[in-house]
């Protein structure tokens, strides 16, 4: 159990590295990049940074942190699908009734 633990806290460590990694390359980097995209990204990062907008880029990057793992999850531990056995007409438990 505890090795379960430290391995998702390993995981969880790992995902916020990258991203504030990527965050900063693309904050820091952004005017070493030469024509359309290097414009292209002065802008986003523009637009990113100021007040609203950085928080709501930070929801939208969360909430698809988020959709990213429940992916994978699903993925490695398969169909959550259950059939339920069905119980013959008079094995059927007797319908409550309220008086």
């Known amino acids: 159990m505890k090795d379960e633990r430290v391995k998702q806290a390993l995981i969880g460590a790992a995902v916020l590295t990258a991203l504030t990694c990527g965050l900063l390359a693309l904050l820091l980097g952004w005017r070493q990049v030469p024509g359309l995209l290097g414009e292209w990204l002065g802008t986003a990062v523009g637009i990113m940074s100021t007040p609203f907008f950085l928080e709501a880029s930070f929801v939208i990057l969360g909430v698809?942190?988020?959709?990213?793992?429940?992916?994978?999850r699903r993925h490695?531990?398969?169909d959550?699908?259950?059939?339920?056995?069905?119980?013959p007409e008079h094995q059927a438990p007797p319908p409550d009734s309220h008086d």
């Open 64 to 72: 698809l942190v988020v959709m990213v793992f429940n992916v994978v």
């Open 76 to 78: 490695r531990e398969g």
């Open 80 to 87: 959550e699908f259950v059939a339920l056995d069905e119980l």
